[in-house]
T-cell receptor, first 115, second 115 residues
Framework: IAGITQAPTSQILAAGRRMTLRCTQD?????MYWYRQDLGLGLRLIHY???????GKGEVPDGYSVSRANTDDFPLTLASAVPSQTSVYFC??????????????FGPGTRLTVL | AQSVAQPEDQVNVAEGNPLTVKCTYS??????LFWYVQYPNRGLQFLLKYITGDNLVKGSYGFEAEFNKSQTSFHLKKPSALVSDSALYFC?????????????FGGGTRVLVKP
């Protein structure tokens, strides 16, 4: 089934630990995004990538890093997790090669709790 | 910087009645505007978008939205709500000049349709 997969589904993590959230898409979209969703704040963009090999900072990038070694994968790493990073994380992709205003497709999310 | 306001945290409506979810935005220049819906424990799903042209945009599941430039609004509407429309709805904006990147989301409006 075409779409975006995220792993893990949920995770409880001790503060200070390193964590990588995985995201894979099979739609061959060139652009990918990471958001965090917090109650009342909607979704906020963490990092994005317009094409493999390039990344950019979003609204709330501090404490997070990303890489885009190929078209399909866009992992998000928390180098040293803190409780304020407790959130639901969504990966998304869009076909910017076809149109700059294309809608984004979202994965099912990863629920992360940092204690 | 762009912003989106969804003034209602929750909207309650009886099944069969009209549904309206409000959205106002602030952006430099002309906007691209989007509505997404999120069902429980799922990622966001695209409903509709305004790019240019006709101010009334029709989307999935019988939803439509009207772009009003003078009021900087993009309210989502459905003539006759269904119980299955109960979900969390997000409005999003990006300036046309940003070429579709960096969507800014509103805080979301929970819709509850009662039988």
């Amino acid at each position: 089934i075409a779409g975006i997969t995220q792993a893990p589904t949920s995770q409880i993590l001790a503060a200070g630990r390193r964590m990588t959230l995985r995201c894979t898409q099979d739609m061959r979209h060139n652009a990918m995004y990471w958001y965090r969703q917090d109650l009342g704040l909607g979704l906020r963009l963490i990092h994005y990538s317009n094409t493999a090999g390039t990344t950019g900072k979003g609204e709330v990038p501090d404490g997070y890093s990303v890489s885009r070694a190929n078209t399909d994968d866009f992992p998000l790493t928390l180098a040293s997790a803190v409780p304020s990073q407790t959130s639901v994380y969504f990966c998304a992709s869009s076909d910017r090669a076809r149109s700059h205003h294309n809608e984004q497709f979202f994965g099912p999310g990863t629920r992360l709790t940092v204690l | 910087a762009q912003s989106v306001a969804q003034p209602e945290d929750q909207v309650n409506v009886a099944e069969g009645n009209p549904l309206t979810v409000k959205c106002t935005y602030s952006v430099s220049g002309n906007p691209y505007l989007f509505w997404y819906v999120q069902y429980p424990n799922r990622g966001l799903q695209f409903l509709l978008k305004y790019i240019t042209g006709d101010n009334l945009v029709k989307g999935s599941y019988g939803f439509e939205a009207e772009f009003n430039k003078s009021q900087t609004s993009f309210h989502l509407k459905k003539p006759s709500a269904l119980v299955s429309d109960s979900a969390l709805y997000f409005c999003a904006v990006t300036p046309r000049a940003a070429a579709g990147n960096k969507l800014t989301f509103g805080g979301g409006t929970r819709v509850l349709v009662k039988p």
